[in-house]
T-cell receptor
Framework: GENVEQHPSTLSVQEGDSAVIKCTYS??????FPWYKQELGKRPQLIID?????GEKKDQRIAVTLNKTAKHFSLHITETQPEDSAVYFC???????????FGTGTRLKVLA | GAVVSQHPSRVICKSGTSVKIECRSL??????MFWYRQFPKQSLMLMAT?????????EQGVEKDKFLINHASLTLSTLTVTSAHPEDSSFYIC??????????????????FGQGTRLTVV
């Protein structure tokens, strides 16, 4: 079945350093890849997304890259801040289905 | 962005009783909503796809008689956990996308999540 693998499961970085989270998907028909941030006890919030017709997208300190051939995509956070500490989930979806398959999550800790 | 409201946010029930959780899209219509289950420090596991006016589609391993889903209108889906047991204790969360239900259909749309329901079965 459809599967999304996410690594690492936990990540600790010093404030100001960069953080990279990687995901691999199995369904080659997936063409929409959102990233969500979830703080403890709260709902997931979309932070950035990318469609399969582009290879990279950037929004201030956050960027996502997509390699369709290898079926993997990555989240890059630069100049990390303590408020970036949260759990991050990647997801893969086929356009028009609205069904998301989530990765296993990465707990990011930014150390002050 | 669009708003999805989930109620209740917390519920404690006794073993053997049933619990109903509501998921509402407040400012848009959604023909499709999704129900997820999240264990502590784990990912969101898709349980089922709720389809307005038709039967829900359940993921493999999810008991349809245990987790009853009703999507009676374009803005409301309900999940009922029947004959709850302590192992059903978890965080349940719904999502909906604006694209589903719009005309013409928008295909790349963000999924908005409800605030989640923490169910504790004692």
């Amino acid at each position: 079945g459809e599967n999304v693998e996410q690594h690492p499961s936990t990540l600790s970085v010093q404030e100001g350093d960069s953080a990279v989270i990687k995901c691999t998907y199995s369904d080659s028909a997936s063409n929409y890849f959102p990233w969500y941030k979830q703080e403890l006890g709260k709902r997931p919030q979309l932070i950035i997304d990318i469609r399969s017709n582009v290879g990279e997208k950037k929004d201030q300190r956050i960027a996502v890259t997509l390699n369709k051939t290898a079926k993997h995509f990555s989240l890059h956070i630069t100049e990390t801040q303590p408020e970036d500490s949260a759990v991050y989930f990647c997801a893969a979806s086929r356009s028009g289905t609205y069904k998301y398959i989530f990765g296993t999550g990465t707990r990011l800790k930014v150390l002050a | 962005g669009a708003v999805v409201s989930q109620h209740p946010s917390r519920v404690i029930c006794k073993s053997g009783t049933s619990v109903k959780i509501e998921c509402r899209s407040l400012d848009f219509q959604a023909t499709t909503m999704f129900w997820y289950r999240q264990f502590p420090k784990q990912s969101l596991m898709l349980m089922a796809t709720s389809n307005e006016g038709s039967k829900a589609t359940y993921e493999q391993g999810v008991e349809k008689d245990k987790f009853l889903i009703n999507h009676a209108s374009l803005t409301l889906s309900t999940l009922t956990v029947t004959s709850a047991h302590p192992e059903d204790s978890s965080f349940y969360i719904c999502s909906a996308s604006e694209g589903a239900g719009t005309v013409p259909r928008r295909v790349y749309t963000e999924a908005f999540f409800g605030q989640g329901t923490r169910l504790t079965v004692v």
